[in-house]
């Protein structure tokens, strides 16, 4: 009998995505001081997931409660989300809602967001150009480039958003490159807490770039997946979203709500849109639904209800806001604390972009040498780019972290590996 080989045998092996293989890494390695600041996940001060006190209580009451059950949601999601999470975004005195023509369709948190823009984009999305271009932020979070890929654009660029040097935004490289793109290109920014650098653009630099992607009539898709974790406050770090608004744009936000709920492996997520008319609204979200019953028929019921519970409530929202005010504060208290040991151990270099990042993520300015010192003689897992997750560190691992990175940088330097 002749042995047929398996249909898929020429299937070659794909390399492993960098953020979880560093985590396998981590639990892997048996040191006892090892530490983990790759996760872009919160971590307790003592280091562990935490739930959030508002989530734990509402799942307390539906666990309880008998008029909940197991039916399917609509195509489209559970609509009290969907319209608390616009409204959470936009703003209570959004016009674009007050006037119809802003909405959303419930996705598989943010990377379903941005999955079900991209894919919805693609087809409807100036069509009668050959290939239209996607752009994003050099760098920005590893994911963006593969969901635009799979969803088939294939010219996708960088813009310039990282100064090495200076440590903060090359305002000026940013609008250069954005005035460089096609018209009607599409525009992926992060709406607070860039991943991976932690700077954002201020208020005014935020002014800037709206104006230059009106010149360039360029299509906004913001990435927020951070609301209320960067500053404590989610109107505070909504600003650029409702600037955008103000200034007339149709634009999307694909908004998670993986970190400033705690929700990570529930998959909630929100795709906000804001259009001229509420027609064109009402025809897109017939398409969506289109693409979504295709793909997955439909979402999941458990954390959209949770969030739409918090966001709808008075008292659990206030408690939401205390919960995320904690998780701010204390990466807040982390970068003090890391800048002054640095200080205080004299680590060559200036460190005032620990404090001055903002959200979960700190772009140290590691080299690749010096991050692979930390990783293999410290134990202390960091991605390669020198990108730290703040949740990481805590009273108990910070001063041995200050020391290695002091380390790293007075004895690595590229030349010597
Ligand atoms: C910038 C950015 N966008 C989107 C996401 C999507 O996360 P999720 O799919 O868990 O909501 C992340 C997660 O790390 C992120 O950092």
Known sequence: MTTVPSAFNQVEQAPPVAVFKLKDDYTADSAEEKINLGV?????????????????SIEAQMINDPALNHEYLPISGLPAFCQAATKLCLGSDSKAITENRAGGVQALSGTGALRLAAEFLKRFYNTHVESTVVSYPDPTWANHDAIFRYAGFTDRRKY??????????????????????????????????????????????????????????HFPVFDSAYQGFATGDPDVDAWSIRHFEKCGFEFFVCQSFSKNFGLYNERVGNLAMVMK????????????????????????????RVVATALCNPSSLGEWHDNIRTMSARIKQMRKSLHEKLKILGTPGNWDHIVNQIGMFS?????????EFMVKQKHIYLMKSGRISMCGLTEGNIDYFAQSLHEAVTKINENKL
């Open 40 to 56: 872009g996940a919160y971590r307790d001060a003592n280091g562990q997931p935490w739930v959030l006190p508002v989530v734990r």
């Open 160 to 217: 310039r958003y990282w100064d090495a040097k200076n440590r903060c935004l090359d305002l000026a490289g940013l609008k250069e490159d954005l005035l460089q793109l096609p018209e009607v290109s599409i525009v992926i920014l992060h709406a607070c807490a860039h991943n991976p650098t932690g700077v954002d653009p201020t208020q005014e630099q935020w002014k800037e770039i709206a104006d230059v992607c009106k010149q360039k009539n």
């Open 277 to 304: 008319d509420p027609d064109s609204l009402t025809r897109s979200r017939s398409q969506l639904e289109l693409i979504i019953r295709g793909m997955y028929s439909n979402p999941p019921n458990h954390g959209a």
């Open 363 to 371: 772009y140290t300015g590691l080299n690749q040498a010096q991050c």
